[in-house]
């Protein structure tokens, strides 16, 4: 058992504090950026469907040449195989991704509507068990998220609207986001300084 003091909660919240105090003018940027990002989502969705399909597409492609390229540089070791086979899969489907974007953006809706029910529920639970700085906003951006998981869910099926629903969701989703973000610069921004 260690007989050395451990720090107190409050010693390093104040630190925290004083660390983000300092960044609130990057929060600020960065909230304004999702915020222009996700009002140009929302404005032209199905062009950003079909750019948020084409990225992914390329991480994926990209993924597979570096797993390609690592099993090949180290091709004496057992792992050759599996690493050659899952580059050659992150390859197939980086092209199937790129090359039908339209067909890609069914599957990557229902995966989206996943990812923002739990990102949603996650930012809830934790928001309201943390009770941060900003956290009602950071609660509040947890519902939209969460509703917006439920609601792809529901419209999933529907193929002549999956088109426009990622990018518009996507837009919202950085909208609230980018409000949240702002909402924590200024709240950091009013925080009385520490004394030195």
């Known amino acids: 058992m260690s007989t050395e003091p451990q720090p107190s909660t409050h010693g390093t919240l104040a630190e925290e504090l004083q660390t983000l105090q300092k960044s609130w003018l990057l929060f600020l940027l960065l909230g304004i950026a999702s915020i222009v990002l996700g009002l140009l989502s929302i404005v032209v969705p199905y062009i950003a469907t079909l750019a948020t399909v084409a ?7 990209v993924g597979g040449v570096v797993h390609i390229v690592s099993a090949f540089s180290a091709r004496c070791w057992r792992g050759f195989i599996l690493h050659l086979l899952a580059g050659l899969l992150y390859l197939v489907v980086g092209l199937i991704l790129l090359r039908q974007p339209g067909a890609a953006a069914t599957g990557l809706t229902l995966m989206l509507a996943a990812i923002f029910i739990v990102g949603g529920s996650f930012r809830i639970i934790v928001s309201m068990v943390e009770r941060f700085n900003g956290w009602g906003w ?54 009385p300084r520490p004394a030195p």
């Open 55 to 61: 990225v992914i597409g390329a991480l994926v492609l």
């Open 138 to 191: 950071d609660l509040l951006n947890g519902f939209i998220t969460l509703f917006l998981g439920l609601l792809i869910w529901r419209v999933w099926r529907e193929d002549e609207s999956i088109l426009w629903v990622i990018g518009l969701f996507v837009g919202i989703d950085l909208l609230f986001n980018g409000w949240s973000l702002i909402m924590l610069a200024l709240t950091l921004r009013s925080l």
